[in-house]
């Protein structure tokens, strides 16, 4: 079963607007929750987190917003830039069950247009 | 300072061949994991070793894959008798934090094709 779930596969956006990536879980004993970003042929890097006793967090041009009662979380990046071109990993974890192992979700691949 | 590394790159291999995968973390970290991303998926957690403790191994998806840490370092994962559904990336992250997921490093993974 996809505890984690990511269902759009992509994402193209132009250049200084707003990118918005969803992500839904399933597992209510998530508490912590992940944004990666990945570029080809690299592994993912970390971009940002929030702890499931916040609803936002942000870190310039990025803020991740969480919905517990919904189960959801989004990513936005604001205003999006041409570097910003990647895929990007929602992944959730329980800190203190599971060791921070990560549940990641499948993807979105965003592509920003100058 | 040096990241995740792993080895090697690139791997093809014909069905049932064995193959061995190794990761090597960044030094000085504690918890070591292994991850894989097949096709149009997310990335897999496999297996999770914390220093001396007994590996978490409750993401192998059959008893043809094996993981060892040596000396609380180097790690090799290993597929025996590969399929062609274990065709993936293979990813090794480590970190110095476990109860932080975000001090997770990757390395760049591994690309296996088992023809």
């Known amino acids: 079963d996809q505890q984690v779930k990511q269902n759009s596969p992509s994402l193209s956006v132009q250049e200084g607007r707003i990118s918005i990536l969803n992500c839904d879980y399933t597992?209510?004993?998530?508490?912590?929750f992940l944004w990666y970003k990945k570029y080809p042929a690299e592994g993912p890097t970390f971009l940002i987190s929030?702890?499931?006793?916040?609803d936002k967090n942000e870190d310039g041009r990025f803020t991740v917003f969480l919905n517990k009662s919904a189960k959801h979380l989004s990513l936005h990046i604001v205003p999006s830039q041409p570097g910003d071109s990647a895929v990007y990993f929602c992944?959730?974890?329980?800190?203190?069950?599971?060791?921070?192992?990560?549940?990641f979700g499948q993807g979105t691949e965003l592509s920003v247009k100058p | 300072g040096a990241g995740v590394s792993q080895s090697p790159s690139n791997k093809v291999t014909e069905k049932g061949k064995d193959v061995e995968l190794r990761c090597d973390p960044i030094?000085?970290?504690?918890?070591l994991y292994w991850y894989r991303q097949s096709l149009g998926q997310g990335l897999e957690f496999l297996i999770y070793?914390?220093?001396?403790?007994?590996?978490?191994k409750s993401g192998l998806p059959s008893d043809r894959f094996s993981a060892e840490r040596t000396g609380g370092s180097v790690s090799t994962l290993t597929i025996q008798r590969t399929q062609q559904e274990d065709s993936a990336v293979y990813l090794c992250?480590?970190?110095?934090?476990?109860?932080?997921?975000?001090?997770?490093?990757f390395g760049p993974g591994t690309r296996l094709l088992v023809l």
């Open positions: 992250a480590s970190s110095s934090d476990q109860l932080r997921a975000e001090t997770q490093y």
């Open positions: 597992n209510s004993m998530f508490d912590y």
């Open positions: 929030i702890s499931s006793i916040k």
């Open positions: 992944a959730a974890s329980s800190l203190y069950n599971q060791g921070g192992k990560l549940i």
């Open positions: 030094s000085g970290h504690t918890a």
């Open positions: 070793f914390q220093g001396n403790s007994a590996p978490d």
